[in-house]
């Protein structure tokens, strides 16, 4: 395990990575029917995707060396660690994850308004999100990032409900 510039770039760009799709989350709990929160919206959703990306690249160069074999290694470490299950398998999860993030963000680009309004498919997204975030701080976080994680999904839930009374987001 690198320290250093390293381990930083790659816990920040993590970390970075999850408050986009927090706030992103958030504009579309409160305001998304406007066209300007829309975009503020996609624009957060592309650069936290930028920024996971880059966490996955720094991972790889500072913590693995570049080999799948490593990373799965460290994964089934860390949860045997947490969970008392030697499984690697989690890695998988993270490619799928990449691919369905790229697959949002370029649908959203490209098709606008029309993917973005179909309401299944963005609750679909943001479950897996969700499970996949919580999953990674629980496995990979230092232990206060779990009260980090708690207030901010307490916080999101607190802005949904609001906004469900008030009849505004999705």
Not at 26 to 39: E, I, L, M, P, S
Not at 115 to 143: C, E, K, L, S
């Amino acid at each position: 395990m690198e320290s250093g510039i390293g381990e930083l770039l790659t816990q920040w760009t993590v970390r970075l990575a999850v408050a986009c799709y927090v706030l992103r989350l958030g504009v579309d709990a409160t305001a998304c029917k406007t066209q300007r929160a829309k975009r503020v919206a996609l624009l957060l959703w592309t650069a936290g995707f930028g920024l996971f990306l880059t966490h996955v690249g720094c991972a790889f160069q500072f913590y693995h060396g570049w080999s799948h074999l490593a990373a799965y290694e460290h994964t089934a470490r860390q949860t045997a660690k947490v969970v008392g299950i030697y499984w690697g398998g989690g890695l998988y999860f993270n490619y799928l994850f990449i691919g369905i993030w790229i697959g949002d963000v370029t649908a959203w680009w490209r098709m606008g308004d029309a993917y973005i309004d179909r309401r299944q498919f963005y609750y679909a997204v943001q479950t897996i999100f969700a499970f996949m975030i919580i999953n990674a701080t629980i496995v990979f976080g230092p232990p206060f990032w779990k009260w980090v994680a708690l207030a901010g999904a307490t916080g999101l839930l607190l802005i949904w409900i609001v906004c469900r009374r008030l009849r505004v987001g999705p």
